[in-house]
């Protein structure tokens, strides 16, 4: 596995309940400053294997890009249970990003 799969792996799990952070945080906090679509084909491949926290993982514009309904209303529901306020479907990031440090 590369440095940065390793890191972006590290990172999302590092989020807290209750946080959020975009792809494009991710990639960058992971090495790669425009690694956001990376980011993404990582999450949507290994996130069972490593366990990772796929929900806490969301657009720059605060919302939920995922298409499958089934899959995105889970995805809410999560954020909803580790009680984060979803407005239009919108999370606001002023409150509920993480910033890792």
């Known amino acids: 596995m590369d440095p940065f799969t390793e890191n972006v792996i ?3 799990k590092s989020i ?6 975009t792809y494009g945080q991710i990639g960058a906090a992971a090495g790669k400053a ?16 490593y366990d990772l ?15 499958h309904e089934e899959t995105r209303n889970e995805q809410l ?7 984060l306020e979803i407005l239009n479907g919108r999370v606001d990031l002023e409150v509920y990003r993480y910033e890792p440090k």
């Open 10 to 12: 590290c990172i999302i």
């Open 53 to 67: 926290p796929w929900h806490r993982v969301i657009s720059a514009d605060g919302k939920m890009k995922i298409q």
């Open 34 to 49: 425009r690694g956001a679509r990376q980011v993404s084909r990582i999450l949507h491949s290994m996130s069972r294997k």
């Open 77 to 83: 529901e999560r954020l909803y249970e580790e009680g």
């Open 16 to 21: 807290p309940k209750g946080k959020v952070m």
